[in-house]
């Protein structure tokens, strides 16, 4: 066996922007059929434009993860396009800064819809048209801000990520023998321009330098260790893997 992802159907949420574009982009690189949503349809346009452009396969959906029926939508659009779902990756997630004593009741209540619904919503979708298809895999992106570690001003997004973890332990247990892996990525720090960890810094008003030396290989994760990290779990490799929770951080954890 090798870790690709070549002939799959691979389903990313949140792919305009940040990880779930650079996944994308790298999957189809490798032969991966693509099937991606945002709520930003020109962001997801334009990177199944460039995916398409390199004559390789990406299948586009406006959706909200929120959104139950539009998660269906997405999921039913994959089977209907390719006949099948492979694999998913729930990557669709926002962000907020401040004190727990501050936080505002909406907007938690919009972070959960998102980062903990929206893992739910994906996750009951993909995993009855995976059964359907005999098995699959399903990646759900957490963090190591989660229930892993406290980071000040950050409590909110840590508590639905600590949701996320919980929710792939649980869903890897249910769906086992239905040959369906679940597992989480916690990751820290990836170096890409328009991520959450780089506006996090910007609202904390952190230098970059800083927050480097919180990390014992004193520099940012890669996108394409983030694309290897993710291709593992998603791959037939990792067939007997699930319901654990993979951590990326370049030792941030280990301290």
Known sequence: MTSTLAGKIVLITGVAHGCGRVLAD???????????????????????????????????????????????????????????????????????????ADADADVFDRLSAINIKGVLNGLKHEIRAMRANGGGSIVNMSSVTSDITAVPANGVYAAT??????????????????????????????????DMFWRFLNDQHIPPDQILSAFPMGRLGRPEELVAAVRYLLSDDARYVTGTMLVLDGGYTAV
């Open 26 to 100: 790298a999957f189809a690189a490798e032969g991966a059929k693509i099937v991606g949503c945002d709520v930003d349809v020109e962001g997801g346009l334009a990177i199944a434009s460039s995916v398409k452009a390199r004559g390789e396969e990406m299948t586009f959906v406006e959706a909200d993860v929120a959104d139950e029926s539009a998660m269906h939508n997405v999921v039913t659009s994959a089977v209907r396009v390719h006949g099948r779902l492979d694999c998913a990756v729930n990557n669709a997630g926002t962000e907020t800064t401040g004190l727990i």
């Open 161 to 194: 990520k600590g949701a996320v973890n919980a929710l792939s332990k649980a869903a890897a247990v249910e769906v086992a023998a239905s040959n369906i892996s679940v597992n989480s990525l916690a990751f820290a720090a990836i170096d890409i321009a328009d």
